[in-house]
């Protein structure tokens, strides 16, 4: 299998990607498949036409339902692809279900995801600690991220628990450390309580944040990064871990920071790769800048970190299909609307560049214009790679008040459903990433939706989804997340 692009497996990491989501192409699909079970025929219906302006035409499609009665799937023999929850072959997605208590997976197969076939699983399931009554309605159940950590060839879940408030040279927050739920044949199982990630002293006591998976050396086992709380360092925890949750060695030496962490993809062909990391600076609106921590094999993550351009949406991905690794950082249409953000550099605004991995002057791509009158604070969202038709060179799917489109080079193709349901400006659909489920070669594009301004403005807690047939108009599959929690 070639090297692919990210799924941001999480969707709910994945809505604040694009929002972030980490996570296109030319045309891609051949049209000719047939949908999967959980896709109504209307979904498939047209969603869209270019204009000569290069607006997109508005049509619309149904808001989908519910999924059939839920079917455990076949157990694999295991896989290195971080996203093979099962370990048969096939990319697999989890999506939290509504309500904050449980997380569904949605399965693989040839015939791509099926959300009839899925499992769901609660905190108890996960074992999980009970939040305390004072993070009850702050930490709903959202698993930050799964990898293989203990290289037994079945992901493993890991989910960020708050817990008590600690204190530690005067600074006073919520202790969250992570907890690792152990995959298997039949997905993720905790016949004892989950046991806490091991931490290094210096971050024990207040615990990690943003912590994303990675292999940092490239040596095949799977990796934690995460920002210590008490903002001593980047943590990096290098696998493979033992059951108690203690990783191979602990690097503190990247620098004291604050921000969020975006990593590179682990290769799902199993192939090592040593992944990248990126720091997003923080901000109040406004776009802020990024560092980059380049990563070799056999040497881990540099600490010499590569300062890159403001932009808030970003992406990791092989962009002019040399076979290495690019980073994409650009303008994600967020502003601070206080005095002199009129400001901004003017290669920030509405804009992306790309850093390629050969080291070479970055390349800027214009974003699509905001129609007249659609523009707001807050902005469409970020970025998502992907290869829809499978050619090896990933295009960046980019969020639009108009739905999203996908720029490889100098074609951009636009990708949208309006659902007939809200406000007008708040009917079309937000990517939120990109996978191949049916092994194929090519990715699907993941899109979702939900009713009313957390969505509309924010993009977050979103409640239906498409998986699209690579950039065309039909989707393999559509659902609504509440009936995710159906069981056979």
């Keep these: 299998m070639k090297s692919r692009t990210a799924l941001p497996v999480f969707a709910v990491c994945a809505a604040c990607v694009v929002l972030a989501p980490l996570a296109g192409c030319g045309g891609g699909g051949t049209g000719d498949e047939a949908p999967v079970s959980g896709a109504p025929a209307e979904s498939r219906a047209p969603t869209g036409t270019k204009t000569s302006n290069g607006r997109v035409q508005e049509t619309s499609v149904p808001v989908p339902g519910a999924p059939a009665e839920s079917r455990a799937p076949a157990p694999g023999k295991g896989s290195k692809d971080p996203d093979d929850i099962n370990g048969d072959g096939y990319r697999d997605f989890v999506v939290p279900v509504p309500g904050g208590e449980r997380v569904a997976v949605l399965?693989?197969?040839?015939?791509?995801?099926?959300?009839?076939?899925?499992?769901?699983?609660?905190?108890?399931?996960?074992?999980?600690?009970?939040?305390?009554?004072?993070?009850?309605?702050?930490?709903?159940?959202?698993?930050?991220?799964?990898?293989?950590?203990?290289?037994?060839?079945?992901?493993?879940?890991?989910?960020?628990v708050m817990g008590e408030s600690v204190e530690e040279q005067g600074y006073s927050t919520v202790r969250t450390v992570p907890y690792v739920t152990w995959g298997g044949p039949d997905g993720p199982r905790a016949r004892a309580g989950a046991p806490q990630v091991r931490l290094p002293q210096s971050a024990s006591k207040m615990g990690l944040e943003s912590v994303e998976r990675g292999d940092f050396d490239g040596d095949g086992h799977h990796d934690l990064a995460g920002i210590a709380k008490n903002r001593s360092s980047l943590v990096v925890l290098y696998g493979p871990f033992t059951r108690?949750?203690?990783?191979?060695?602990?690097?503190?030496?990247?620098?004291?920071?604050?921000?969020?962490?975006?990593?590179?993809?682990?290769?799902?062909?199993?192939?090592?790769?040593?992944?990248s990391l990126l720091l997003h600076e923080p901000n109040d609106g406004e776009q802020s800048g990024n560092i980059l921590y380049p990563a070799r094999r056999g040497t881990g993550l540099s600490t010499n970190g590569k300062q890159l351009r403001e932009g808030n949406a970003r992406?990791?991905?092989?962009?002019?299909?040399?076979?290495?690794?690019?980073?994409?950082?650009?303008?994600?249409?967020?502003?601070?609307?206080?005095?002199?953000?009129?400001?901004?550099?003017?290669?920030?605004?509405?804009?992306?560049?790309?850093?390629?991995?050969?080291?070479?002057?970055?390349?800027?791509?214009?974003?699509?214009?905001?129609?007249?009158?659609?523009?707001?604070?807050?902005?469409?969202?970020?970025?998502?790679?992907?290869?829809?038709?499978?050619?090896?060179?990933?295009?960046?799917?980019?969020?639009?008040?108009?739905?999203?489109?996908?720029?490889?080079?100098?074609?951009?193709?636009?990708?949208?459903?309006?659902?007939?349901?809200?406000?007008?400006?708040?009917?079309?659909?937000?990517?939120?990433?990109?996978?191949?489920?049916?092994?194929?070669?090519?990715?699907?594009l993941i899109l979702n939706w939900a009713a009313g301004t957390l969505f509309g403005l924010y993009g977050l807690d979103p409640t239906h989804w498409w998986i699209t047939d690579g950039t065309t108009s039909r989707d393999t599959a559509s659902f609504a997340a509440a009936g995710l929690a159906q069981r056979s």
């Design 107 to 160: 399965y693989g197969s040839a015939k791509g995801l099926d959300p009839s076939t899925r499992t769901v699983h609660s905190r108890r399931d996960l074992g999980l600690p009970e939040r305390p009554e004072e993070a009850a309605e702050s930490n709903p159940l959202a698993p930050e991220t799964v990898a293989d950590l203990d290289s037994d060839g079945f992901p493993d879940f890991v989910t960020t």
């Design 244 to 275: 108690s949750g203690a990783p191979a060695r602990t690097s503190t030496d990247l620098p004291l920071t604050e921000g969020r962490l975006v990593v590179d993809a682990i290769d799902p062909s199993g192939e090592p790769r040593a992944t």
């Design 315 to 444: 992406a990791f991905g092989d962009f002019d299909g040399d076979g290495l690794r690019d980073v994409a950082v650009g303008d994600d249409g967020g502003r601070n609307d206080e005095p002199g953000y009129e400001t901004e550099e003017p290669e920030v605004a509405g804009s992306l560049a790309v850093y390629p991995g050969s080291g070479g002057e970055p390349v800027t791509y214009r974003l699509p214009e905001v129609p007249e009158g659609a523009g707001t604070d807050y902005g469409p969202g970020g970025f998502v790679a992907a290869d829809p038709d499978g050619d090896g060179r990933d295009g960046i799917l980019v969020a639009t008040y108009e739905g999203a489109t996908l720029i490889d080079g100098d074609r951009r193709t636009p990708v949208q459903r309006n659902v007939r349901k809200g406000p007008a400006k708040w009917r079309h659909t937000r990517p939120a990433g990109a996978a191949d489920f049916n092994g194929d070669g090519k990715d699907e």
